[in-house]
């Protein structure tokens, strides 16, 4: 990999949490709009170490509970998962399928609600279902739909070799 092609990465991931801040709350409800950080942390760990991977997941995590003090923790936690699972399977599924990256952003998402719904104590019971079962799924897929359109455009900046899907 070049130097240049370094840099590329970072301003790709980096525009990714610029649109978090920018575009994400102009797109309506927080539940169905996409996650551009944990988008931008999916791919990173698509080319990481499942170490390095949970490192930037804790700090995306800590990132997020800054912005959310009543469930701070659980974020951290539940990113610091995603990153360490996602760049482990990796190594356990073919990751240059555009398909199969579609379908770890979709699994990282939900995860990552998951773990922040159990551990923030703020949905229970019913709403917990509801939440799993229906914003999380529609957030889930709006991420994985939002992380394929960027894998195609940038498949040559992000270095990643994309199979047939």
Not at 40 to 61: C, D, E, H, K, W
Not at 124 to 153: H, N, R
């Amino acid at each position: 990999m070049r130097r240049s092609d370094k840099y590329r990465f970072l301003v790709i991931l980096a525009g990714l949490v610029v649109l978090q801040f920018s575009v994400r709350p102009r797109l309506g409800d927080d539940r169905i709009a996409p996650d551009f950080m944990l988008l931008a942390l999916l791919i990173y760990t698509i080319r990481a170490q499942p170490g390095r991977s949970a490192g930037a997941g804790f700090l995306v995590g800590l990132l997020r509970d800054a912005l959310t003090p009543a469930s701070f923790g659980s974020g951290a936690l539940a990113h610091t998962v995603v990153g360490y699972l996602s760049a482990w399977s990796k190594a356990v599924f073919f990751a240059e399928n555009l398909f199969v990256n579609g379908c770890l952003f979709f699994a990282g998402t939900w995860l990552r609600n998951l773990i922040v719904a159990v551990f923030s104590g703020k949905v229970k019971g019913g709403m917990l279902g509801w939440e799993l079962l229906v914003w999380s799924p529609i957030q889930s897929l709006t991420t994985a739909l939002v992380g394929v359109v960027v894998l195609w455009m940038f498949r040559r900046e992000l270095a990643i070799r994309l199979g047939d899907a």
